[in-house]
């Protein structure tokens, strides 16, 4: 995976190589492993991570920060990336570009929820200027296909750092750079659930 990597640069400090951000796997048997690299793209591995390939045809930004490989629909990735959101229908063979109108640009966090919805987290600018007059500018939008997205809210003041299914299975729970947790669903009903906690850095539903 460093081989994969080789020739990038991580600019908060560009004395450190790339490092993995993320891996996940396909809802599946033996499904394909994908690495995301900040900053480096994306390695496949067909063989449970004995051997990684890079897939960055067509992607325009290698600064990876998510990668969301879709349950109901087989094939679809979405990867939330530091200039924008890339989406590939064909596990990650091709890649091209897919991010939402307006001027949202740092894509960081996504999720899919029991009915198929993606949900993904995007600000207007990186982490250093959420302390700033205005914030983080936060939105969270839905889609289905990955590429047709649907604002859900744009009134989120902290920077979104993770995002995970809700307990009933429609729509998501959100942890934000300010400690909250807000619960979004597809209908664009927003409410937060809990504030006042430290920055969050990952969610995760108990049992």
Known sequence: MRLGAFGGTFPPNPELAPRTRVLTQE????????AG??????????????????CNDGLT????????????????????????VARSTDRGNKW?????????????????????NIYLGITQD????????????????KTQDGANWQLLSEKMSGGVMDIC?????????????DG???????????RTLVSGLPCINGLALGA
């Not at 809802?27 to 994908?34: E, F, I, K, S, V």
């Not at 930004?61 to 924008?84: F, N, R």
């Not at 990186?126 to 302390?131: A, E, G, I, L």
């Not at 947790?181 to 927003?190: A, C, I, K, L, M």
Request: negative net charge.
């Open 27 to 34: 809802n599946q048997a033996n499904g394909r492993l994908y």
């Open 37 to 54: 690299i900040e900053i480096g793209g994306v390695l496949v591995s067909d063989d449970d991570g004995q051997n990684w390939t890079k």
């Open 61 to 84: 930004d290698a600064d990876m920060h998510q990668i969301l490989s879709a349950k109901k629909k087989p094939g679809l990735l979405v990867a939330a990336c530091g200039e924008g």
């Open 96 to 116: 091209e570009p897919v991010t939402p109108a307006g001027d949202w640009t740092y894509g960081n966090a996504l999720a899919e929820d029991d009915h198929g």
């Open 126 to 141: 990186r982490p250093r200027t959420w302390t700033r007059a205005g914030r983080a500018n936060t939105a969270i939008f």
């Open 165 to 177: 299914t809700a307990a009933d299975g429609n729509g998501v729970l959100i942890g934000t750079a």
């Open 180 to 190: 909250e947790v807000v619960q979004v669903d597809s209908t664009r009903n927003t």
